[in-house]
T-cell receptor
Framework: NAGVTQTPKFQVLKTGQSMTLQCAQDMNHEYMSWYRQDPGMGLRLIHYSVGAGITDQGEVPNGYNVSRSTTEDFPLRLLSAAPSQTSVYFC???????????????FGPGTRLLVL | GENVEQHPSTLSVQEGDSAVIKCTYSDSASNYFPWYKQELGKRPQLIIDIRSNVGEKKDQRIAVTLNKTAKHFSLHITETQPEDSAVYFCAASSGGGTSYGKLTFGQGTILTVHP
């Protein structure tokens, strides 16, 4: 299993540009989420999904859109990038894995985004 | 919603000493409390978690304690080693049984272990 994968690893955008951060998991997990990580502020939830076709807002959803057409994929879209969106973005999936009796949340490797 | 406060923000110890990181939470319905370790440039990795039906859980040099009355929980690392140096995050969530809801994270603690 690849676990949770994210692309790209690093991206530079100009203010106003749009882009999509990709996230995929091969563990058949229903629950997926996006976080942003800024210095001194921990991990803040942007959007999450409890299954295909179902998404909801987290703590800091403004400026971001998501959709969940399949169980495996959960892309995050920035429609008009702003410097305040410079951050490290982590995708996570949560569910059962072999050998563990309860749900566990796993993070992807992250995407570093710089908006100029 | 849930609010999680984590202290201290930085912690420096000598190799072999113990390290303690504390978190408080606001939502009395929260019943799942994981701890994540994040090394520089890497993703957060789960190191230990505890559910509200127990007061303490141990895994080798790492232990977590939970006080539901006071709404706080702590991470204890004994016999620290330089490779324990990282950022540690606590989190809290409500949920039932084997599943749980949205995780709210603390602000993180930078732990430095000096050889």
């Amino acid at each position: 299993n690849a676990g949770v994968t994210q692309t790209p690893k690093f991206q530079v955008l100009k203010t106003g540009q749009s882009m999509t951060l990709q996230c995929a998991q091969d563990m058949n997990h229903e629950y997926m989420s996006w976080y942003r990580q800024d210095p001194g502020m921990g991990l803040r939830l942007i959007h999450y999904s409890v299954g295909a076709g179902i998404t909801d807002q987290g703590e800091v959803p403004n400026g971001y859109n998501v959709s969940r057409s399949t169980t495996e994929d959960f892309p995050l879209r920035l429609l008009s990038a702003a410097p305040s969106q410079t951050s490290v973005y982590f995708c996570a999936s949560r569910g059962f894995v072999q050998g563990k009796p309860k749900e566990t949340q796993y993070f992807g490797p992250g995407t570093r985004l710089l908006v100029l | 919603g849930e609010n999680v406060e984590q202290h201290p923000s930085t912690l420096s110890v000598q190799e072999g000493d113990s390290a303690v990181i504390k978190c408080t939470y606001s939502d009395s319905a929260s019943n799942y409390f994981p701890w994540y370790k994040q090394e520089l440039g890497k993703r957060p990795q789960l190191i230990i978690d505890i559910r509200s039906n127990v007061g303490e859980k141990k895994d080798q040099r790492i232990a977590v304690t939970l006080n539901k009355t006071a709404k706080h929980f702590s991470l204890h690392i004994t016999e620290t080693q330089p490779e324990d140096s990282a950022v540690y995050f606590c989190a809290a969530s409500s949920g039932g049984g084997t599943s749980y809801g949205k995780l709210t994270f603390g602000q993180g603690t930078i732990l430095t272990v000096h050889p």
